[in-house]
């Protein structure tokens, strides 16, 4: 049984208070969340995964551009912002529980390398759903999905990023439990 959102039930919210507790989910992109608070809320909406399924049908639903700038939100794994400092908190957390702040001199090096060789063929960053990954798995994925044309891997971000919104929520709701 997956925990409801239940400190702050989506269903209850008017826009304003949703987009101070959801604005958040999609990276650096309040407006999925907005579209989606707009399309209207049943008590469903207070589960984790009806209200993921929800906003992830408006990222897949929104133009090409829309998409590939909710993708360019996202910092480089093991990046320069990430060493800096400069997260979000639910992104500083999901690199440090893949391990990402524990890489070696070596890994963090082909970790830039590969951003470099992943933006530079694509024009957006790498996004990848980290939980459950070591930076080990990251990088072979890493690899491999810098064989991919760029239509399947923007299609493919977007369905990370649906995933990494469904984690977020799935953590809200624990930590509201
Ligand atoms: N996957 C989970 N969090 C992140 C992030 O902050 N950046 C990227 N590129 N992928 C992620």
Request: aromatic share 8%; with cysteine; charged share 25%.
């Amino acid at each position: 049984m997956s925990h409801i959102l239940k400190s702050a039930r989506p269903s209850r919210l008017g826009l304003d208070a949703f987009l101070e507790h959801y604005g958040d989910i999609f990276e650096h992109s309040p407006w999925v969340a907005e579209t989606a608070w707009k399309q209207g809320f049943t008590d469903q909406h207070d589960d984790p995964n009806v209200l993921a399924d929800c906003m992830g049908n408006v990222l897949k639903r929104a133009d090409i551009d829309q998409q590939i700038a909710v993708i360019r939100a996202h910092p480089d794994l093991a990046g320069k912002a990430a060493l800096a400092g400069e997260l979000t908190q639910d992104s500083t957390r999901e690199q440090a529980g893949a391990g990402l702040d524990q890489c070696s001199s070596e890994e963090f090096e082909r970790f830039q390398r590969l951003n470099q060789a992943y933006q530079e063929k694509f024009g957006f960053p790498f996004v990848i759903a980290v939980k459950g990954l070591d930076r080990h798995a990251i990088l072979y994925a890493f690899e491999k999905r810098l064989e991919n044309d760029a239509a399947a891997e923007r299609r493919t971000a977007i369905e990370q990023i649906i995933q990494i919104a469904r984690f977020r929520l799935h953590m809200r709701a624990a930590e509201a439990a």
